[in-house]
């Protein structure tokens, strides 16, 4: 067997002499490029956990709003262009979901067990195995046409359908963001659009993964409380796992926890809490064999 320092890199080798991580910097020196990548005929399936907590204090009652949904959703590819735009038709293709309110029993759908759903369910229902959206994006992620088929849904419509990426190759540590506006209405029944800002950081990357830190900043001042506790609602922060190689969404977890004081008076109080998750179906053997391994 070979000595050691014959085998080793030669960053290696001076990282033992000085006592630093050579290896370890010139690694997270390394840029790659992020793109968005799609065939046509592609199915892609996630399973989407998402779980949100509202609990209000007015007057000095409180009350709870629990509501839980496990589902699938299905992107079929439909074309994809030479430069990599794709356009494909996003669908659900089951849910599992509860409903729970203070001072009332708890209410649950499942469409692979109920023929009918209960009462405040049936859109939903309806909504399940059908075309809900066709979209097309282009590899940064960005939306260039979407039509909604469902036409209650067709006026929620906007904003990303999934994470921007940078347009320059990133490396560990480096930074991008994308600026958003928030619709929201007054007590008084007037819209206003307040503007956010999510920023993304390559936080590490190893075995082709990219994993990608996600965190929101609300850049209009607020001063209105009953504005203010519909805005924290997207001020959501987590962490997105991408496959470089693929060029898929891998993962996300994402979540909100703000408290909101005054809302409907000065003793009324709103705590926010959200947990999303979503996690693709698909076998993860051939990511995690591969060889490049970059971090910090």
Known sequence: ????????????????????????????????????????????????????????????????????????????????????????????????????????????????????????FQHVAESVGVPLSTVTINPLGEVLDRKQHDAKAAAKAHGPVTIPLPEEPVAVGDRWSKTEEIRVQSDYGAFRKIKARQTFELEDLRTGVATIRVSTQILTPIDDPSIEWQVVQHAKTGEVRFDVEAGRVLSQELEVDERVVGFRGETSSMHYGMRFEEVLLESAAATAARPTDRRR
Request: hydrophobic residues 35%; proline residues 4%.
């Open 1 to 120: 067997m070979r000595p050691l320092c014959l085998v080793l890199p030669v960053c290696c080798l001076a990282a033992l002499l000085l006592g630093k991580t050579a290896c370890a910097d010139d690694a997270a020196d390394a840029k790659v490029t992020l793109r968005y990548r799609f065939e046509p005929g592609q199915t892609l399936r996630w399973k989407v956990t998402h779980r949100n907590c509202t609990r209000t204090t007015v007057s000095g009652t409180t009350r709870a709003a629990e509501t839980n949904s496990v589902s699938v959703k299905v992107w079929r590819v439909k074309r994809v262009e030479p430069d990599g735009t794709a356009t494909f038709v996003h669908s659900v293709e089951d849910v599992d979901m509860w409903q729970k309110l203070s001072d009332r029993a708890e209410v649950r759908y499942d469409s692979g067990e109920q023929d009918k759903a209960p009462q405040g």
